[in-house]
């Protein structure tokens, strides 16, 4: 099969000029099954094709792509993404090891500033806001402010990376979120860029990346150091995919919401199984789904469990491009690379899928999802009952109605309904509690002013309009201030307990609810805007008001949350709240003013008006006439033109941060966040040989299902830690630890932490945590400090591990942790797809054991010492090694274990100690 890209090249007329592309139709002429691939997996091949070179995109991976299984399989898939997005936290470490790079290379003499990303990157700063103000038109600013003082060093290395970097810009904070921002603005559908146009294709450091998807565009959440390879030029390599195809039937009816549709595929597309497969969207109901529609249910790709969730390219996705301000050069290009080039919809495809999922859209019905996973739907006419049963399922205690907590409270409070009860009308510190019940739903009185309420198991302490899922889609935005304003018309408002929080995706956002008059009305119950970032949804709630935490913890209440966001997982969005709820920003709104989650919204009164009057769900619900009338008079393309003319600039504290100048990034060594990492420097020219591992030691013995949440540091640390003891050693006070991600960006802090979870269990160590037994002398000692006396005496380390080592999140630091710590090779039953591909891209060497072997079953105790052999004759994909493990008493254990290196281009890594190393090689040879 002849697949050189040469014969499938042609040109593409626009006014401004000729633009070479690929083909798919002249690809068809020749393979017609191609026009029976998924749209997705045409923009692969396309992709495959264009940066075709022999090396690292062979014709076989072409072949492969062509001749799709649509069952998945093992053959490889080479991605060069035409763009990288990146977001705060996650991004700190990238421009780290990118500015590392730069500073050896300039040590070496070169030039540092031809070091630059080779594709367009951009990073968005929306993780770092925290909602520590709210309810007042003061919050935005003094949580600006907070956010400044918290986080000034990382700001200051990124906005010299702004002004370093070619191909790199920043959009600051306050500006938006990175996925509501890529999709307004960022997205190209059709790049043109060099001569040639393609399909706009993304990586990003966010799980959420797939939110782009809702305009035509595959994109995904990676590591950082898959990031940092595409960002340089290297493709990204993956098994082929399954693609499910996902159809949608009709059209939402009255009183439901995007967010009620992707609670239900949620729902319907975990229990179903996605995992790491496309999922694909067809059928007549897209014809009624706007792009915010689609990109609602393409944000939560990854709670489904899936890569990708793509929306083809249709009228819908130019009218979306016309709605949000693209030049119509750039839509006109959308329109004739598609129509001419296999990629637009018309809705008569014949697709080949690995299986279709059907949702009638028009069964749907009013939801909620909760309250610890975003799969687990539940309707809202059956929340209150289903609150019972959680209650009595997580706490073992007895659901009271509300009518017999009003009863006794009217009667003083005596009884036995409630466990606990708190009297505290000056919230004193000498708090009273009196246990009365042990299996009752606890519940208090709380008096603060003039004010006194109640507070029980299933109260909402925060309610918070947050998170890309929701804020880019003006129908539900809009709605949720239409309800605002009948709120207040009926002389309703938010329960005092609620903590209420907007957070806009964008500043776009804020324009047009004031445009439609309704800000001030969200704004009369107390929903002002706290910031344009994550918060809340990603846990930057804030500290809740002090009264409340005293009552929570005095009472063991089991609070709840309501939150538009996309995720709700144990402890997410506040340690104090236990129970938490996805829902649409219209019902966030609604179930604030309610201020309890033991309600039937569709039955039960949410409150009485001033005249005692019952005031229900449906008396202020608007209809969808009326929130298409608000959309049509309240949007503009005005607002996207002069919010994004500005976008890159930032607001004064932005503008007056100072920054170091220059190519060479200016490293202080007082800094206890940002640190040069050492990986590059000294670096020779030229790798040295591969050579054998001899005599190295086992640090880590591990079991199945280890995850990189156990490898990688994360979450905060204490004093005794070897993390907390650099810190102090600095003179830094454990009240401003603040977390490992926050300090991502300096190795000194990650590496102390790597293998530190608490709950690992290494079976070389008699406690469990980051704890190891240091070889020969038998001393048990933290894994940090062992990993250091071993390389103090030049010994390498091997881990020892069962299947599915690495699962979980793509955490890069899994890798570079254990390779700053001395780990030279991994040895397990099977890994997790990204995280081997992060060891590769670390130089750390992954090993399978043979089928049906494991340490166990070869009797390794993890005391050996061990010796792998077979390396320095050379390395290819699938080649076999010797291990031989020499136990105390001298005997030997003699295997064979399977290298995983599955490409000619992840041997190269590892031969130069990783990928940065390889590219700064590339570089030096210049």
Known sequence: ????????????????GKLSIISLEKVAETYPQVKKLPFSIRILLENALRNQDGFLVTGGHIENLINWNPKGSDASVPYKPARVLMQDFTGVPAVVDIAAIRSEAIRKGKDGAKINPKVPVDLVIDHSVQVDFFGTDYAYKKNVAYEYKRNSERYELLKWAQNAFENFTVVPPGMGICHQVNLEYLAKVIVARDGWAYPDTLVGLDSHTPMVNGIGVVGWGVGGIEAEAALLGQPIYFSSPKVIGLQLKGKLPEGITATDMVLEITNQLRAYGVVGDFVEVFGDGLDHLSVPDRATIANMSPEFGCTITFFPIDDQTLGYMKQTNREQEQIDLVEQYCKNNLLWRTGNENMDY????????SALQPSVAGPKRPQDKILVKDLKNQFGSLLKESHDRDYVPLEERETWYAEGGSGTLFSKCLRDQKMADDVEVIVKEEKALHSVRIGKGNQEYALSDGSIVVAAITSCTNTSNPSVMLGAGLIAQKAIEKGLGVKPWVKTSLAPGSKVVTNYLRRAGLLQYLEALKFHVVGYGCTTCIGNSGPLPPHIEKAIDACDLVAASILSGNRNFEARIHPKIQMNFLAS???VVVYAIAGRVDINLMEDPLAEDANGRPVYLKDIWPSQQEVQQAIESATTKADYAQEYAVIFDGEEQWRSLPAP??????????????????FFKNISETPEPLRNIENARVLMKLGDSVTTDHISPAGSFAEDTPAGQYLKSKGIERAMFNSYGSRRGNHEVMMRGTFANVFIKNEIASKQGGFTTYFPENKEMSVYDAAMKYQESNIPLVVLAGSEYGSGSSRDWAAKGASLLGVKAVIASSYERIHRSNLVGMGVLPLSFREGENADSLCLSGHETIAISGIEEGLHPGKELTVTAR??????????ATVRLDSKIEIEYVKHGGILQYVLRQFLEE
Do not use: C, Q
């Open 887 to 896: 136990k105390e008493n001298g005997s030997e254990i003699t295997f064979k």
């Open 1 to 16: 099969m002849k697949t050189d890209k040469s014969r499938f090249k042609s040109t593409l007329a626009m006014p401004s």
């Open 661 to 678: 100048s220059g190519s060479d990034y200016a490293w202080r060594d007082d800094s206890t966040y940002i640190k040069e990492i050492p």
């Open 585 to 587: 920003p219209m019902l």
């Open 354 to 361: 690995s299986d279709v999922l059907t949702v009638d859209l």
